[in-house]
């Protein structure tokens, strides 16, 4: 087996949390000393036990001592947490303190604070002093207080603060983990996709991320001199004709490739995700062949393939690299998927960015193909009228077989399907997510260079959530986000739609949550809402984690079905308006700018 080589190695950005205490001497601070201490390494159990790193390692937490009752020891933790590479900051206290002199000043960490909720000392006073000081010197921060009164020794966290901690901790430590890596640019824009124009002011200003680019000539050139690992190869192409069967040929009889034809098409597709996953994070059995600056690969967490139409019309397209590379396991076993987004879409890499650090799961990547209304269907479909979550209609999610084999349902969490980290899928799941999919030699007059197209339709009943990044000029980046569910169709139901468009590629029917308001006021509305063609599915509702992360980053949120008691943003958002949430968001993100903005 070879190496499963990632970026998520060696030192990993860490959360520091920042025991804060009253620095009075004399009885006050000897007082407190071992409460406080107590109380930040409880934080640093939940995190550790709950939260991990895409590689499965549990998330390191680094525990300032002693605690911080005065700027000299804020100094001191500070360049403790530098040495550290501590990416996210969490302070916590049981009592009063004085804000200014104790708070985190770093303009770019990420930073909450969780004022113990006791009347013996004050500590949700602290909060509020601290919280008022990060907003009047531009530092947002979220802040964290519990709803009941507790006793001074109690050493449980309430339910409702250990959600807003792990929130606040898990999208931390997402952006800390963006920061200084790239995404690459296989290549350029794509039958004139905008989001394949990749913006380099959106990755450098708003996620800390450079932007790689190569052209595609690089993977003829790789591919031409034989520069992958050759066993890998080997090894990798025996596993694909055993376990990626192929489907019918949907081709027209005169468009139909011969069978030598797709053989090779198979054995250039198996060389194309070796290339593109060496390009995004190196390889070192490359430096072993004497390919020492290939070997280095570009720190890429995330990357787009250009495909169309340039690539393409000469050579196999890039559905089995992007659908394999996609997914949680390769002839290498489980391992993180590696990001990559069809037709270089970069703003659909950033969302499947972002689902992934949040959920450490394998991200869907779909177009926004078309609204089936219940009549449409019922015409369509001799009457047939869909119930529960579909009753309003369905949202068609396809594309032309990049999708990661994950999204087949076939994992399953107490029950439901879903999609896991790697770590949690068992091989039991890994087998039925490969036996959902057959690959089909793709449609000719799309694809005249060849290539295999997936197809497989996910299962019905997964909590799903589907997301966008747009570009809007004058505005910037902006967040899309509809929470819903995946659904069945009776078998001769689906075979009717998906005839409509292309049999060969992989289909998820998707029900948005309905609210009765805004663009969620029907399931038509999400649609003549949605920004672009393409959209992610991240597995679980999990819109609460996107939002977070956008009001750290500074991305405005202009549409979603999240309840309001789901939401948290830093607290000076309060200052922006609380009556409409959606508008003061945009204020917010406006005044504060861009996190890594040079402004």
């Given at each position: 087996m070879a190496d499963i080589t990632t970026v998520w190695q060696g030192e990993l950005p860490k959360i520091g949390i920042r025991p804060t205490i009253d620095g009075r001497l004399g009885g006050v601070r000897e007082s407190l000393e071992e409460q406080t201490q107590a109380l930040a390494q409880r934080v640093k159990t939940l995190l550790t036990e709950n939260i991990r790193y895409p590689n499965g390692e549990p998330v390191q937490c680094v525990v300032a001592n002693p605690c911080i009752g005065g700027v000299a020891e804020a100094a001191a933790t500070e360049a403790l947490f530098r040495r550290e590479n501590v990416g996210v900051s969490l302070t916590v206290t049981p009592c009063w303190c004085y804000g200014s002199e104790t708070m985190d000043m770093d303009p770019l960490r990420p930073k909450a604070v969780w004022g113990f909720n006791g009347t013996e000392r004050p500590g949700?006073?602290?909060?509020?002093?601290?919280?008022?000081?990060?907003?009047?010197?531009?530092?947002?921060?979220?802040?964290?207080?519990?709803?009941?009164?507790?006793?001074?020794?109690?050493?449980?966290?309430?339910?409702?603060?250990?959600?807003?901690?792990?929130?606040?901790?898990?999208?931390?430590?997402?952006?800390?983990?963006?920061?200084?890596?790239?995404?690459?640019?296989?290549?350029?824009?794509?039958?004139?996709?905008?989001?394949?124009?990749?913006?380099?002011?959106?990755?450098?200003?708003?996620?800390?991320?450079?932007?790689?680019?190569?052209?595609?000539?690089?993977?003829?050139?790789?591919?031409?001199?034989?520069?992958?690992?050759?066993?890998?190869?080997?090894?990798?192409?025996?596993?694909?004709?055993?376990?990626?069967?192929?489907?019918?040929?949907?081709?027209?009889?005169d468009q139909v490739r011969s069978r030598e034809q797709l053989d090779s098409e198979w054995?250039?597709?198996?060389?194309?995700?070796?290339?593109?996953?060496?390009?995004?994070?190196?390889?070192p059995r490359l430096t072993e062949m004497g390919l020492g600056e290939q070997a280095q690969g570009h720190q890429a967490i995330a990357a787009g393939f250009q495909g169309q139409r340039q690539w393409t019309d000469h050579f196999p397209n890039g559905d089995f690299l992007e659908a394999i590379l996609n997914s949680s396991f390769d002839w290498n076993g489980k391992r993180a998927p590696y990001i990559v987004a069809t037709e270089n879409d970069a703003l659909n890499g950033a969302t499947m960015l972002f689902g992934h650090l949040l959920t450490n799961t394998a991200q869907i990547f779909a177009?926004?193909?078309?609204?089936?209304?219940?009549?449409?269907?019922?015409?369509?479909?001799?009457?047939?009228?869909?119930?529960?979550?579909?009753?309003?209609?369905?949202?068609?999610?396809?594309?032309?077989?990049?999708?990661?084999?994950?999204?087949?349902?076939?994992?399953?969490?107490?029950?439901?399907?879903?999609?896991?980290?790697?770590?949690?899928?068992?091989?039991?799941?890994?087998?039925?997510?490969?036996?959902?999919?057959?690959?089909?030699?793709?449609?000719?007059?799309?694809?005249?260079?060849?290539?295999?197209?997936?197809?497989?339709?996910?299962?019905?009943?997964?909590?799903?959530?589907?997301?966008?990044?747009?570009?809007?000029?004058?505005?910037?980046?902006?967040?899309?986000?509809?929470?819903?569910?995946?659904?069945?169709?009776?078998?001769?139901?689906?075979?009717?739609?998906?005839?409509?468009?292309?049999?060969t590629w992989p289909t998820t029917w998707f029900a948005p949550t309905i609210t009765g308001r805004g663009a969620f006021s029907s399931t038509y509305e999400v649609m003549n809402h949605w920004g672009a063609n393409h959209c992610v599915l991240t597995a679980g509702h999990v819109g609460h984690l996107f939002i977070t992360l956008a009001s750290i980053l500074r991305i405005p949120v202009y549409m979603h079905n999240v309840a309001e008691d789901r939401i948290f943003r830093p607290s000076t958002w309060n200052a922006f308006g609380t009556e409409n949430r959606e508008s003061a968001d945009f204020r917010a993100c406006e005044t504060f700018g861009p996190l890594y903005g040079r402004q």
């Open positions: 949700a006073v602290y909060l509020a002093a601290v919280l008022a000081g990060h907003s009047q010197k531009g530092l947002p921060a979220f802040g964290i207080y519990g709803r009941d009164v507790q006793n001074a020794g109690d050493s449980v966290i309430p339910d409702d603060v250990q959600h807003k901690l792990l929130s606040f901790a898990r999208c931390g430590l997402a952006v800390a983990l963006m920061r200084g890596k790239a995404y690459l640019s296989m290549g350029g824009t794509s039958m004139g996709i905008a989001g394949s124009v990749v913006d380099q002011s959106f990755w450098e200003k708003w996620l800390g991320m450079r932007v790689e680019d190569i052209d595609m000539s690089e993977f003829i050139g790789r591919m031409q001199k034989d520069q992958f690992d050759p066993e890998e190869y080997e090894q990798a192409l025996a596993w694909v004709k055993e376990n990626c069967p192929e489907g019918k040929d949907y081709n027209a009889e054995s250039d597709s198996v060389k194309m995700a070796l290339i593109a996953r060496d390009l995004m994070v190196g390889n177009d926004l193909r078309t609204y089936w209304s219940p009549d449409a269907i019922a015409g369509a479909c001799d009457g047939y009228r869909p119930d529960g979550h579909a009753k309003d209609g369905l949202l068609h999610l396809i594309n032309s077989g990049p999708a990661t084999l994950d999204g087949t349902g076939q994992q399953e969490q107490d029950g439901q399907p879903t999609m896991k980290p790697y770590w949690e899928i068992t091989d039991d799941e890994v087998q039925k997510c490969l036996q959902a999919t057959t690959w089909h030699p793709s449609i000719t007059e799309y694809f005249p260079g060849g290539g295999m197209s997936t197809r497989y339709r996910t299962r019905g009943g997964m909590p799903s959530t589907m997301t966008r990044i747009n570009l809007i000029a004058g505005l910037g980046p902006a967040l899309q986000i509809a929470e819903g569910y995946t659904v069945d169709l009776p078998d001769d139901v689906h075979d009717v739609l998906d005839q409509r468009t292309n049999p």
